[in-house]
């Protein structure tokens, strides 16, 4: 089975921010594996610093781009966990999440943690995607 990695150039983080130490999306046959996304872009740069639902709504912006790429669209998101550092934040915006899978829901997992990559950052979602 051939795997594929890449880091797609789609507005996210600058292709040198990782180096070759690590890919943002991986292909194996039919799936598709995706990195946690959080709202940064360029070297660095926060969005929507301490704006649950603006992060939200750059991370899923960026995973349907990554999943364009690969010819698939959020439709085809099998699985998602969700990584925040408030719970009750997240909770109330999940509808940003949600909505934007409607009819074709994955699987999802939310778990609160201490602290992600950046104090300004408040959400980190991973997914896996598969082909119909």
Request: charged residues 15%; aromatic residues 6%.
């Amino acid at each position: 089975m051939t795997i594929k990695r890449s880091n797609p150039d789609v507005g996210y983080l600058d292709l040198e921010y990782f180096g070759d130490g690590m890919s943002g999306l991986v292909r194996v046959g039919n799936t598709v594996y995706l990195s946690g996304l959080v709202a940064m872009k360029g070297r660095g740069e926060i969005v929507a610093p301490g704006d649950v639902a603006g992060q939200i709504r750059f991370i899923l912006d960026i995973l349907q781009k990554m999943l364009e790429t690969e010819e698939m669209t959020l439709a085809n998101v099998v699985a998602t966990t969700v990584y925040t550092v408030n719970m009750g934040q997240l909770l109330e915006h999940s509808q940003a999440l949600t909505n934007v899978f409607a009819g074709k829901a994955p699987t999802s997992t939310f778990i609160e943690v201490k602290a992600l990559a950046s104090p300004e950052l408040l959400i980190e979602i991973v997914a896996v995607a598969a082909v119909h």
